[in-house]
C-alpha cells in the first residue's frame, strides 16, 4: 500500500471477539500506533472501585470523572495507561473492573471525556482503535472500518484461557460467560453511542477462524483499498 497521509482504522466488537489482539497485529503490519479504548473505561472503573464509588453511580462518577487524570502513553509496541501517573496497566483486566467498565461506559459524561482523549490522538497519528463505538461515533470518517464478532460460547472460552494464561485469576468459566453476556446487553443497549455495526462497517464472523486468518483477511482488504 502506497500510503503517505494519516489513516484511521477502526476496530469494534463485542467483549472476546479478539479485537485487541488483531488490532495489535494490524499496528504493528502498517507501523501505526494501535489504542485500546476499553483500556480507559476500564482505568474509570478502577479509580471508581478503589475510592469505593458505585460503577452504576451516575452523578458519582461523573463527578469523579472531571478531576480525572487519564493517559495513554507507549513503552515499545505496548500500550500502558496512567491512572492519575500511576501505571495500572496490569490492573485492569480483572472480571470486577471488566464490568465496572460496562457499567462506567453507559454514563454519557464518562464517554465524552474519553472520546476527547481518542480523538485528540487520532487527529496527531495514524491509528487502529478498538471499542464498541469507534465506527459509528468516535472516528465516523476513518478510512477502514472492520466489526469483529464470534458467538458468546467461543468469546467466553477465548477470555477464560487468557485470564487462565494470565495466572492472576481464579474464575470459572461459567462467570465469564455470565460476564460477556452481561456487557453484551449492557453495551448494546445503551443510549449513547452504544455498541453496534456502522453501515459502512466490514463485519467478520471469527468464530471458526483463526488469528492470522482474520488477521489476513483484514490486511488484504487494506492492501487491496488503501
Ligand atoms: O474492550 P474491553 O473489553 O476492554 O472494554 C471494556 C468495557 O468498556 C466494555 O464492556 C464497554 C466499554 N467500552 C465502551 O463502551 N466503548 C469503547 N469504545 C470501549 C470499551
Redesign the pocket.
Known amino acids: 500500500m502506497d500510503r503517505k497521509e494519516k489513516i484511521a482504522i477502526a476496530i469494534d466488537g463485542p467483549?472476546g471477539a479478539g479485537?485487541?489482539t488483531i488490532s495489535k497485529i494490524i499496528s504493528k503490519n502498517l507501523k501505526i500506533l494501535y489504542i485500546?479504548?476499553?483500556?480507559?473505561?476500564?482505568a474509570v472503573a478502577l479509580k471508581a472501585i478503589r475510592e469505593g464509588i458505585d460503577t452504576l453511580d451516575r452523578d458519582k462518577v461523573s463527578e469523579m470523572v472531571n478531576n480525572i487524570d487519564l493517559k495513554i502513553v507507549y513503552s515499545g509496541e505496548s500500550q500502558r495507561i496512567l491512572l492519575d501517573n500511576e501505571d495500572v496497566t496490569s490492573f485492569i483486566k480483572t472480571p470486577e473492573v471488566?464490568i465496572g467498565?460496562?457499567n462506567v461506559?453507559v454514563i454519557p459524561e464518562v464517554?465524552l471525556k474519553?472520546v476527547e482523549l481518542q480523538r485528540e490522538i487520532a487527529s496527531k497519528n495514524s491509528v487502529v482503535m478498538?471499542?464498541?463505538?469507534?465506527g459509528t461515533y468516535?472516528l465516523p470518517d476513518a478510512e477502514f472500518k472492520f466489526f469483529l464478532t464470534a458467538s458468546v460460547e467461543e468469546r467466553a472460552k477465548r477470555r477464560y484461557n487468557e485470564l487462565i494464561a494470565d495466572n492472576k485469576h481464579n474464575v470459572s468459566f461459567e462467570d465469564v460467560k455470565k460476564d460477556i453476556e452481561y456487557?453484551d446487553k449492557?453495551?448494546s443497549s445503551r443510549e449513547f453511542?452504544p455498541?453496534s455495526k456502522a453501515s459502512d462497517a466490514i463485519e467478520i464472523d471469527s468464530t471458526d477462524l483463526s488469528i492470522e486468518q482474520v488477521a489476513n483477511k483484514i490486511m488484504e482488504y487494506i492492501e487491496k483499498n488503501g
Open positions: 467483549a479485537k485487541s485500546d479504548t476499553g483500556a480507559m473505561y476500564r471488566s467498565a460496562s461506559a464517554r474519553m478498538d471499542g464498541r463505538d469507534i468516535v456487557r449492557n453495551d453511542a455498541l
